[in-house]
């Protein structure tokens, strides 16, 4: 869970991570294999003396997210897993590419889209070609689930706090437990804390006594947790994919 000012350069790394952990790219009908490729996505070791919260160990992540936290414990029943995407993209021609290929075995695949694009020997600095498509078949995949134990990061972050920080829905990012960010104390400006997703559609807190969040925000530790709700702009129930169930912008139990 990213706060938008991260999100678009931890999409990104979400991507790599997917492709090259878990699968493998295919654009044009060649077959990248895929490795640390993007700034800012490091497996550096973290250096600080807590890296992870009590009751998770810090474990070798991919190549494009580094190490990760991973809970000592198993996802309880109440969780559900909030799966990632990644897509696979077909060759840029005129007037419309090749079809990409079909999504890695098990994965969902989300449909195609065609979009403009820039072939290898195109002016780079010239504006995107509306002569050339290629197609672009988007997956899902639950590939991270097993590897976090259900756990999602919900980042405090410098933006102002809101109810939407727990989304029910997928939002195609995969969980960034990242060593040496997690909220120590309520002074902390930008830090995550480990949450799941329930079959309710709620946000609750992995380990209490870590740490969780109040309605407004605010860091607290140990005493009954609030489970945080789920929200659904305009009322749209695909927003709670457990319940199918919204009133007033809010997944419904």
């Known amino acids: 869970q990213l706060d938008p000012y991260r999100a678009a350069s931890a999409r990104a790394c979400s991507m790599v991570a997917l492709l090259s952990a878990a699968r493998h790219a295919v654009v044009g009908g060649v077959l990248l294999f895929l490795a640390k490729s993007l700034a800012g996505c490091g497996s550096d070791a973290p250096s600080c003396v807590d890296p992870c919260p009590p009751g998770f160990t810090l474990k070798p992540g991919d190549s494009a997210l580094g190490p990760q936290c991973v809970s000592n414990a198993a996802a309880p029943a109440s969780s559900v897993c909030r799966g990632s995407s990644y897509a696979v993209i077909g060759t840029c021609k005129s007037p419309v590419g090749s079809e990409p290929v079909k999504c890695a075995a ?7 889209d065609e979009h403009c694009c820039m072939g290898p020997f195109d002016n780079k600095w010239a504006a995107c070609h509306s002569h050339k498509k290629s197609r672009g078949r988007r997956c899902g995949t639950t590939s991270s689930c097993a590897y976090s134990k259900n756990v999602i990061d919900i980042w405090h972050g410098y933006v102002p706090w809101s109810t939407s920080k727990c989304q029910a829905k997928s939002t195609g990012s995969m969980p960034n437990l990242q060593p040496c960010k997690w909220c120590r104390n309520a002074a902390d400006p930008d830090c995550w804390l480990p949450y799941y997703v329930t ?55």
């Open 106 to 112: 098990g994965d969902t695949d989300n449909g195609v």
């Open 199 to 253: 079959i309710d559609d709620t946000c609750i807190p992995a380990a209490p006594s870590v740490g969780w969040y109040s309605e407004n925000g605010t860091i607290k530790v140990g005493g009954e947790p609030i489970p945080l709700k789920s929200t659904c702009p305009n009322n749209d129930k695909t927003f709670c994919p457990s319940t199918n169930l919204c009133a007033d912008g809010e997944c419904a139990r």
